[in-house]
């Protein structure tokens, strides 16, 4: 029996392989390049058109109504954080792929049935991994981005994203050919409601709000032996205070926030140094926006007063205050149609990680669908969902498109 | 009026320039290799015989008793932090280079005073800065760490020491054709204890314990949003309690213990990635090992339990217990009667900080002297210490090196 879908993400793992089931393929690097040469491939082997554009999204369109402007996306990412597991958007860009051409074919065998034109995305750095902030190609797509900062966003090693788009031939010039009128993005989940509920599918209607901070925290230099401790100011220090309050609050809070910091670069960075100068990223996301915003407040003020202690300097460098997001309604009810016409049980749902889908619903309807992942990992190389599992994803996919495409309006 | 300290350390300065007024100078970079270089030319200028060894110390030998195998030594190093001053190191450096070349003049006039030869040393990667451990050269040339361990120590991009020294040609074959009988270091102090007591001259009578201690914190990667609190296995955080374990415990302990924790490498250092490792350095100094073990011991304790309730596990990466080293008291005792008859306020005092000569004094009789620092900043850019109390060091150092040389035995 063939296993189309097993077999790309077979093939795609390859590229960033990290060598313990997952894979290290950070945007725009040369294994995010290599699968993005090899989904070109497949975009044009399916006679579909391929388009990339200024930020690097690539496009595979399916002509199904030529005389629409209209068209229904489907998508998700190819570049993973650096622990990333195998499934985690790649799933959703090769299910996307499956589903694309499952219904070219039907469209050819039904002449007339589809009303618009059905295209698959992969959107550029989704994950933020290496350019902060994450979700960068799809909200550039969405107009909530301009170009021109995202390709100013620059790695840790001082390279932008536009000349790193360049070096791997992925700054394109092009531009979808038509009208976007709904985006529906399948993706495994990345904590465990899915698998302790024994449900297939999630739809999920509303996203978590997330505050977002990068703290720098200014000290002064010093000699870690003879400086008396009286005279050290010691960012590094700070940090570490301002890291043990952040779970403090949220502790303290005790309203079910997800709180982390997990980003720090420390200058100079030598054992015999007294840090004068750390970067530290935090995030705190509640399912309220109200709630993370105030925790941030509480977290910073803690933080603010502790540096101060120490005589260090706290300066915000970002704070990126994400609400919560509303998914489309009628797309979710239809996904949760579909599925139940499957015979699958599927879940109403709240994702609490990032998602293209909320970057999109910006500008259109987007809808998402979610499948379980065993134990809930994520960023994790054991990443695993069941190909049975996989593909009740991938069928739900296939008709929630179909229906789309075919609809009235 | 001719200035050639000054003028000498004008110029060093100028290689590895933080652009702050002080200096980048990391052990075997080109801005190394552009000190050294200008070293050995100053060195050969003043008819001394140019040696570097197998590790990239470098000599600069005065034959002032051809019939004696003796060679006193005297030095520091030219390597520096990344956030170093223009003293550190270089000043015990050029005010030898200034010493030997005034008393090669004055044996010239004085035939037969000189008993024993006198030369200059510039030792590599005192700092360990770039490489871990620090007391690189010293450390081999007094016979307590291998040249082939020296030589296999890896920087943080995995370059080692014997490749970065072969890199800017200090990867020497020579070896300094004398029997080293004495060690004088002439160095800026680290601390304020002389500015305070308003001395002109530190003479070091023993250097404090330290225990240096790196850890890695192992934990597992999972997403920062949607993985419930409870199932994180956050590395960071265990770091960051210990980082604030550290502090707690020597302020309960209130022995006036020096502690700090300066460096620390985060994987995979993504904000939406839990860290799942973490490596940390930390160091426990005190002017009795004893109580520098056992706070150690102390801290080890408390860092792994708090690691442990995040289900992070805590290995040993490194563990140096470095004793308490007494300098050799003859020397000692020359040096501050010079200081005496050249009318200097001269105070005998501990060192915080590790220098060659404690390493030195493993092998052979060592003496540091020291020079008082601007509100004891170091590894600063405003380090900072007046040109007649750099005078002052060098004429006590000139003198006392006199007296060596020429002592009956």
Not at 36 to 42: H, I, K, M, N, Y
Request: with cysteine.
């Amino acid at each position: 029996m063939p296993r189309p879908l097993h077999d790309l993400i077979t093939a795609f793992a390859a590229f960033g392989d990290s060598g313990e089931g997952g894979v290290a393929r950070l945007a725009a690097s040369s294994a995010d390049r290599a699968a993005r040469d090899r989904l070109a491939q497949e975009i044009r082997q399916r006679g579909l058109s391929l388009t990339v554009d200024p930020i690097g999204n690539m496009f595979g369109a399916a002509v199904l109504a030529p005389a629409s402007r209209e068209v229904v996306l489907v998508g998700s990412h190819l570049d993973s954080q650096p622990t990333g597991g195998r499934y985690d958007g790649a799933y959703g860009v090769l299910a996307g792929l499956l589903a694309v051409e499952a219904i070219a074919a039907r469209s050819l065998a039904e002449p007339g049935a589809a009303r618009r034109n059905l295209a698959l995305a992969n959107w550029t750095n989704e994950e933020g991994a290496r350019f902060q902030p994450s979700l960068t190609g799809s909200a550039v797509y969405a107009g909530s981005l301009p170009l021109e900062a995202a390709r100013a966003l620059r790695d840790a090693d001082g390279v932008s994203l536009g000349e790193a788009l360049a070096a791997i031939g992925y700054r394109g010039e092009g531009e979808l050919p038509f009208d976007p009128v709904r985006y529906v993005e399948l993706h495994v989940e990345q904590g465990p409601v899915l698998e302790q509920a024994s449900a297939d599918i999630g739809i999920v209607a509303a996203a978590w709000a997330a505050r977002k901070l990068s703290l720098v925290f200014e000290g002064a230099p010093s000699h870690t032996g003879p400086t008396p401790m009286a005279r050290r100011r010691d960012a590094l220090r700070a940090a570490a205070r301002a890291i043990d309050a952040l779970y403090a609050e949220a502790e303290a809070a005790a309203v079910g926030a997800h709180v982390s910091a997990a980003r720090l670069t420390v200058f100079p960075n030598s054992p015999n140094v007294v840090a004068s100068r750390v970067q530290a990223w935090f995030e705190l996301r509640h399912e309220e926006a109200a709630v993370a915003m105030a925790l941030g407040a509480r977290f910073l003020t803690q933080a603010v007063a502790a540096a101060r202690e120490l005589g260090v300097e706290v300066t915000i460098a970002a704070d990126e205050c994400r609400d919560t997001v509303a998914l489309d309604m009628p797309g979710a009810a239809l996904a949760h149609a579909v599925a139940g016409d499957l015979g699958l049980r599927a879940l109403t749902m709240k994702t609490v990680a990032g998602h293209d889908a909320l970057a999109l619903q910006k500008r259109l309807p987007a809808s998402l669908i979610f499948v379980p992942s065993r134990g809930g990992l994520s960023h994790n190389p054991n990443e695993f969902t069941d190909e049975p599992a996989l593909d009740k994803g991938l069928s739900v996919l296939t008709e929630t498109l179909w229906r789309m495409v075919t609809a009235p309006a």
